[in-house]
């Protein structure tokens, strides 16, 4: 018999079809059962295999390029290219960079893996069952089908089961329902068509608590075909795939090996066919030589760095990141899904309206709060000097089971200690000026008729001060007026009429309809003890004294949220297990739908087609009463369609949806530990407003990293471009390999770290979220690369040909007929070839150096020009580029390290000269290239 239908049957079906009794199992029949079913254990269904998870790593486009320079650089130490060390200190450094990112990323997607073992820990280690007639504590994964369990306050249930005895019990459900309200168990079979785990009230479940009463269950699953189970199955079913950015890193990569390949290719060849060298090797160096300038070395380490550092600031708007690429998948995010309970609302139950003696009163004030009023046509209203609202306050402290506390942490808050509906009514009452401790001071509780599934209600019989006895029920209005006989209205007790009863009913179903929780209050003074408090004695010949409507509310700047959602182009999305009124009530008011707006529940989404499905998903958004099946299909559904997702949730059964998710996040007060391990990211606040501030610092970090990426590979290309030029023209290297490694890590790489902490370009949230799918090597940036490239190459080249005319004199090769540069120069200047080549690579070393710490300004803003941005707040790039240009007179200035580097001093005529063909770094208009132009001629 499928699991799902034990609710719908009888005890005695279930009894029978289990094969077994009210008396549990013997001993003898629960090993044999043990053997056929297995341990009550959650099995992992697919190892992770450390070592191959760790190799996989290094399988990265771009770190394959990183691992081909490490072999090019000790290739040409190996075979003597100029200052072999510069190609050992070469790999060194790239060697560094790659096992630093491989142990990275290894740490992180391993601790991705382990929610299976998250969902292992709550699991409960002991159970009670009935063996052989008898009680007995065994541990939990001996469990068998047809085991009878006995369940009190405070136990973890260790199997699903069908409930066969049930006193006041009540179970925690969250881990599976997400929704914090403990659920009433009861005996009586439920006919429901595709009920979710909170409407069957006539079972219990794996992972859930009991909060309240006693009951015992007949175990109908076990290990895996448990609820639990299945959750622990779509676990490990769930693939997290790559984000945005590491596809971007991972095109970046591919094209990048592409282009090196053809330059070498081509350089290679030019160097065959014209035969200017004397060996195959020397021709070979060459095209090493492009290739190790065409490596944007610092390019992963940087990326790993400022993701890293977003992961800290984010640490301040409460949201804790686990795997660094998700900071900035979430600047990319289409769609955010998420949970409503504590979320999207306050998760604290709040009275909002009371009706007593004919008056229907606002109360003001959210969630458990000590600010508040009442209001009565918008008056203010004393509802203490009212006697009839005041005993609705004083029967609403009496018939509780629950505390409140301070705050520790907020003086002008309360929390609460156990059942929230009953904390609701508290608050309400201290709201109104009326202290627990004083009432209590006046009544003595002498005994309780608990909250019973059948009867729906609940009666505390309590003793005044005088000695009088009273009983104070409470329970739902359908539920509670039929047993009244009299009304306290006008400050006297009359005969309730079916007239009163109606109008009463009438303001309760305005009150569901406005998706309030309703209770209704009565009492009946008592002339004497019942003999043992018969629920039946006790309960009739109520007064009724009013009804209180509650709800959980919404946070207050949830509404804010989703408009700055709407107006950056990300669509939020309401899931909830509560019911269709409820959600469709809270979602106007945030909102998030209009009053007519589509709203639809599992057994809806069940009743449709795969096509009609996924019609469904991309225009619905709220969806009510789901399992997790639904969470996972709308988020796969989703990201099908090339939506970059965010999934909210905190119970255990959201945890196959948030591993799915682009984005997962969790809960960081209310979250499941296993919810957590799948999640990328925790809000410490539980707040979607915080979603929606994370949204916008991944798309702040994205920018930033646009802005450094497109700063390392205009720097590279203009190297490229320069080594090709004159690799093709037959002339002498214009740059160092030594010189290269220092621009491409230490001039190029702080201020490229700074680009990634510099201030947002302004208006991130203003526009609409990058095209799922679209590269960050796009046209525009492909062009802005390739212009600033060549502009740095028109600058080089000129520093290069105008020192060698300078100091050298007539130009071999352009000027006249190519011989030979040692005799040609030395012979005509009386100065060393050497020298002369030194000196001219120096000064395009230091043109290059200049041309990029100028050029970094253009890149903070791909929207408007560099003069039209604001610079004071880029004090980290400032410091940057500071720093870059005292190493950089360093190497030219100071003997120990121009040694190192084979720089020379520059006179004032050299830095004229570079001083004058850099200055073009600062005109090359980006919001043009961009395509941006009319956007920033608008701002």
């Given at each position: ?359 229907t009163i606002s109360v003001s004030g959210v969630g458990y709060n000590r600010s508040g009023s009442f209001t009565r046509a918008s008056e203010p209203f004393d509802v203490l000097s009212d006697p009839h609202t005041k005993k609705l306050l004083e029967i609403g402290q009496l018939c509780s089971n629950s505390l409140l506390q301070d705050e520790p942490t907020r003086k002008s808050d309360w929390t609460i200690v156990g059942d929230p509906t009953e904390g609701a009514l508290l608050v309400l009452a201290e709201k109104a000026g009326l202290p627990y401790k004083d009432t209590m001071a006046k009544f003595s509780e ?104 509650m709800m959980d509310p919404p946070r207050a700047e949830v509404n804010d949220a989703i408009k700055l959602c709407k107006k950056a182009g990300i669509r939020p999305i309401m899931i909830t297990g509560d019911h269709k009124l409820t959600a469709r009530a809270i979602a106007v008011e945030v909102g998030l739908i209009e009053r007519n707006g589509e709203v639809l529940s599992g057994v809806d989404l069940d009743a449709l087609s795969p096509e009609e499905f996924t019609q469904t998903v991309m225009r619905c958004n709220v969806y009510a009463r789901v399992a997790p099946e639904h969470k996972l299909r709308i988020v ?304």
């Amino acid at each position: 018999m499928a699991q799902n239908s034990w609710y719908d049957n009888d005890v005695e079906h279930v009894l029978k079809r289990l094969e077994t009794s009210v008396e549990g199992l013997s001993q003898e029949e629960a090993e044999t059962r043990l053997a056929q079913y297995g341990p009550n254990e959650l099995v992992e269904t697919g190892g992770i295999n450390p070592l191959k998870m760790f190799l996989q790593q290094f399988m990265d486009p771009m770190v394959m390029i990183l691992m081909i320079a490490i072999l090019i650089s000790l290739f040409t130490s190996l075979f003597g290219m100029e200052h072999e060390e510069s190609g050992i200190i070469d790999a060194l450094v790239i060697s560094a960079i790659v096992i630093f990112n491989a142990v990275f990323g290894f740490v992180q997607e391993y601790k991705s893996e382990q929610a299976l073992e998250a969902l292992k820990q709550m699991a409960a280690p002991k159970a009670r069952v009935k063996r052989d007639g008898l009680w007995t504590v065994i541990d939990s994964r001996e469990i068998v089908p047809g085991d009878l369990i006995g369940l009190e306050p405070g136990d973890l249930v260790a199997a699903d089961g069908r409930v066969i005895y049930a006193v006041g019990f009540s179970a925690d459900e969250a881990p599976l329902t997400g929704e914090s309200i403990s659920v009433r168990k009861m005996v009586n079979t439920i006919h429901l068509r595709s009920p979710v785990v909170g409407d069957m009230k006539n079972m219990v479940f794996q992972g859930t608590t009991i909060t309240a009463g006693k009951g015992n269950a007949i175990v109908t699953s076990t290990g895996m075909r448990t609820q639990f189970g299945k959750i622990a199955e779509l676990v490990q079913e769930s693939d997290k795939s790559m984000t945005p950015l590491q596809l971007d890193l991972e095109d970046l990569g591919k094209k990048l090996g592409l282009l090196i390949i053809a330059l070498c290719a081509i350089v290679l060849a030019a160097e065959i066919i014209k035969n200017v060298s004397d060996s195959l090797v020397e021709e070979l160096l060459a095209a090493i030589a492009l290739a190790v300038s065409a490596i944007p070395e610092g390019l992963p380490a940087v990326v790993t760095i400022t993701l890293a550092i977003g992961v800290q600031r984010m640490v301040s708007r409460n949201a804790i990141v686990r795997r660094l690429p998700s900071v900035e998948t979430l600047g990319s995010t289409t769609v955010i899904c998420s949970d409503k309970t504590g979320t999207i609302t306050k998760n604290e139950m709040t009275a909002t309206t009371i009706f007593a003696n004919g008056m229907t009163i606002s109360v003001s004030g959210v969630g458990y709060n000590r600010s508040g009023s009442f209001t009565r046509a918008s008056e203010p209203f004393d509802v203490l000097s009212d006697p009839h609202t005041k005993k609705l306050l004083e029967i609403g402290q009496l018939c509780s089971n629950s505390l409140l506390q301070d705050e520790p942490t907020r003086k002008s808050d309360w929390t609460i200690v156990g059942d929230p509906t009953e904390g609701a009514l508290l608050v309400l009452a201290e709201k109104a000026g009326l202290p627990y401790k004083d009432t209590m001071a006046k009544f003595s509780e002498i005994s309780e008729i608990s909250f019973d599934s059948a009867r729906k209600r609940m009666t505390s019989i309590n003793k005044e001060t005088n000695g009088q006895l009273i009983a104070c029920t409470k329970g739902a209005p359908e539920v509670l007026l039929p047993l009244c006989t009299s009304i306290y209205e006008n400050g006297e007790i009359i005969p309730i009429t079916q007239e009163m009863h109606d109008s009463i009913i009438g303001i309760s179903a305005g009150f569901a309809e406005n998706a309030l929780r309703v209770l209704a209050l009565a009492f009946r003074p008592l002339e004497s003890e019942i003999p043992e408090w018969e629920p039946e004695m006790v309960e009739r010949n109520l007064i009724f004294v009013g009804i209180v409507g509650m709800m959980d509310p919404p946070r207050a700047e949830v509404n804010d949220a989703i408009k700055l959602c709407k107006k950056a182009g990300i669509r939020p999305i309401m899931i909830t297990g509560d019911h269709k009124l409820t959600a469709r009530a809270i979602a106007v008011e945030v909102g998030l739908i209009e009053r007519n707006g589509e709203v639809l529940s599992g057994v809806d989404l069940d009743a449709l087609s795969p096509e009609e499905f996924t019609q469904t998903v991309m225009r619905c958004n709220v969806y009510a009463r789901v399992a997790p099946e639904h969470k996972l299909r709308i988020v796969t559904t989703l990201k099908a369609n090339n939506e970059i997702t965010a999934m909210t949730g905190d119970g255990v059964n959201d945890a196959p949806a948030i591993k799915a998710a682009n984005v997962g996040i969790s809960m960081g007060i209310r979250g499941a530990d296993v919810t957590k391990e799948a999640s990328d990211v925790i809000l410490t606040d539980d707040n979607f407003a915080t979603i929606v501030s994370a949204i916008e610092k991944g798309r702040e970090i994205y920018s930033n990293i646009r802005k450094f990426v497109r700063f390392l590979l205009a720097a590279n290309f203009d190297e490229v471009f320069l080594i090709f030029t004159v690799i093709m023209l037959g002339l002498p290297l214009p740059i160092t390999a030594i010189q290269i490694l220092w621009l491409n890590l230490a001039t190029d790489g702080f201020p490229a770290l700074a680009l990634g902490v510099d201030p947002p370009e302004p208006g991130v949230m203003n526009r609409p979220p990058r095209k799922p799918g679209a590269k960050m090597m796009d046209r525009g940036m492909g062009s802005f690369i390739a212009i600033a490239g060549f502009v740095a190459f028109l600058a080089s080249v000129t520093v290069f040909m105008t020192t060698l005319t300078i100091y050298g004199g007539w130009i071999p090769g352009i000027t006249g007929p190519v011989v030979d540069w040692h005799t040609d120069i030395s012979s005509m200047t009386g100065v060393s070839w050497e020298y002369i080549l030194t000196h001219a690579r120096s000064a395009v070393f230091v043109s290059v150096v200049t041309f990029e710490l100028l050029f970094v300004w253009n890149c903070r803003d791909e929207y408007h020009p560099v003069w039209r941005t604001e610079i004071r707040g880029s004090k980290v790039l400032m410091g940057a580029v500071a720093l870059s240009v005292i190493l950089t007179l360093f190497t030219i200035y100071f003997p120990p390290m121009a040694a190192v580097f084979q720089t020379v001093p520059l006179n004032s005529i050299d830095w004229v000269i570079v001083i004058l063909t850099s200055i073009p770094a600062l005109l090359i208009p980006p919001h043009i290239i961009f395509g941006h132009h009319k956007e920033a001629m608008s701002d």
